[in-house]
């Protein structure tokens, strides 16, 4: 099978193309004939070497989809031909977290795709049935690929952590990146109003087109001010923080009594600063997601395949240009989701 390989820590020259032995699946597993693999943030800081659990070399990517090819033994809930995407991380489906529904925090399973076990920038994969989800009739495999990570992170991380209710103000950062504007679509799903923050204005009318109620153009991530005018001088209810301590400052100054913040990513690794008693006298919630479950995965597919939500691929380009993918990440130039197709 044809590959991208990713080397060493570096630069995308470690994004190398390779032709590599087609894997075959053990007990327990599919081999799934990949079409599509959305292009996540993490995977850039992957390849710069921010996850030291990288296998190297090894192929990464986390957002798949495709149709089951082969299947190993015991394994007997899909069918070869079926459609179907990848969650992004393997569970064992038995210790307490997958016993109570809690699957995307299993501490047993292989882990993230794409890291210690071989992810999705190839032509063929082998996964854990139990990590297979069927797609249905009217959901394209870019569609699909980008559900369990970009949609998914976002649904789960407003759905059940941060429990937004209609008529909250929810403010997004980095809201025009592939979790970014999913979760703008989410918030407005669950009947909040979407504030959406972004460091160009370019992005003005394309935050506003799907479905962000006001935008704010904060180069400096200075945002806390317009935050709190837009919401009448209250602040809002929920922040959904996807670029972390570049933000936080701001977050902080913009949330309202009673808010909560929701830790979605930390693009910059770096430590963030709190004095209790802002917490206390506010009851203010500090809060982490990190992925989604199963069942929501099916239920957002159905979801998207209703029209109720709409995965924003945000541009396709072929395997073999993976490492423009990377570029257009790191220089910001990516509106919604770049997805490789194979």
């Given at each position: 099978m044809q590959a991208i390989v990713l080397n060493g820590y570096g630069g995308i020259e470690q994004l190398v193309a390779r032709s590599l032995t087609d894997p075959v699946p053990r007990e327990g597993e599919v081999l799934v004939r990949l079409r599509a693999c959305g292009v996540c943030y993490h995977d850039v800081m992957a390849r710069q070497g921010h996850f030291p659990r990288t296998t190297l070399p090894g192929v990464i990517g986390h957002e798949m989809a495709g149709e089951v090819a082969a299947l190993g033994s015991r394994s007997a809930a899909f069918a070869v031909g079926e459609r179907v995407a990848v969650l992004m991380k393997d569970h064992c489906g038995h210790c307490a977290q997958c016993i109570r529904a809690r699957d995307h925090l299993c501490e047993k399973g292989a882990g993230l795709y794409g890291e210690e076990?071989?992810?999705?920038?190839?032509?063929?994969?082998?996964?854990?049935?139990?990590?297979?989800?069927?797609?249905?009739?009217?959901?394209?495999?870019?569609?699909?690929?980008?559900?369990?990570?970009?949609?998914?992170?976002?649904?789960?991380?407003?759905?059940?952590?941060?429990?937004?209710?209609?008529?909250?103000?929810?403010?997004?950062?980095?809201?025009?990146?592939?979790?970014?504007?999913?979760?703008?679509?989410?918030?407005?799903?669950?009947?909040?109003?979407?504030?959406?923050?972004?460091?160009?204005?370019?992005?003005?009318?394309?935050?506003?087109?799907?479905?962000?109620?006001?935008?704010?153009?904060?180069?400096?991530?200075?945002?806390?001010?317009?935050?709190?005018?837009?919401?009448?001088?209250?602040?809002?209810?929920?922040?959904?923080?996807?670029?972390?301590?570049?933000?936080?400052?701001?977050?902080?100054?913009?949330?309202?009594?009673?808010?909560?913040?929701?830790?979605?990513?930390?693009?910059?690794?770096?430590?963030?600063?709190?004095?209790?008693?802002?917490?206390?006298?506010?009851?203010?919630?500090?809060?982490?997601?990190?992925?989604?479950?199963r069942a929501e995965v099916q239920t957002l597919l159905e979801l998207v395949r209703l029209g109720r939500l709409k995965p924003v691929v945000g541009g396709s380009l072929p395997l073999a240009q993976a490492a423009q993918a990377h570029r257009a990440m790191e220089s910001r130039e990516a509106c919604g989701r770049l997805v490789l197709t194979m």
């Open positions: 076990v071989p992810g999705g920038y190839a032509e063929l994969v082998c996964v854990a049935e139990r990590a297979l989800v069927r797609v249905p009739d009217g959901v394209s495999f870019e569609q699909a690929a980008v559900v369990p990570c970009a949609l998914g992170t976002a649904y789960h991380g407003l759905e059940r952590v941060a429990a937004v209710r209609p008529g909250e103000a929810v403010l997004v950062t980095g809201a025009s990146g592939g979790v970014g504007i999913h979760a703008v679509q989410v918030a407005r799903m669950l009947g909040a109003r979407t504030i959406a923050v972004t460091t160009s204005a370019a992005k003005r009318a394309f935050l506003l087109e799907h479905g962000a109620d006001d935008v704010i153009v904060s180069p400096e991530l200075d945002f806390a001010a317009e935050a709190r005018r837009l919401t009448g001088g209250a602040g809002v209810d929920v922040v959904f923080n996807i670029v972390g301590q570049m933000a936080w400052a701001a977050a902080l100054k913009g949330m309202a009594v009673g808010a909560r913040h929701v830790f979605v990513g930390n693009l910059n690794a770096a430590p963030v600063s709190l004095r209790p008693a802002h917490a206390i006298l506010k009851e203010m919630a500090f809060l982490g997601t990190d992925g989604v479950t």
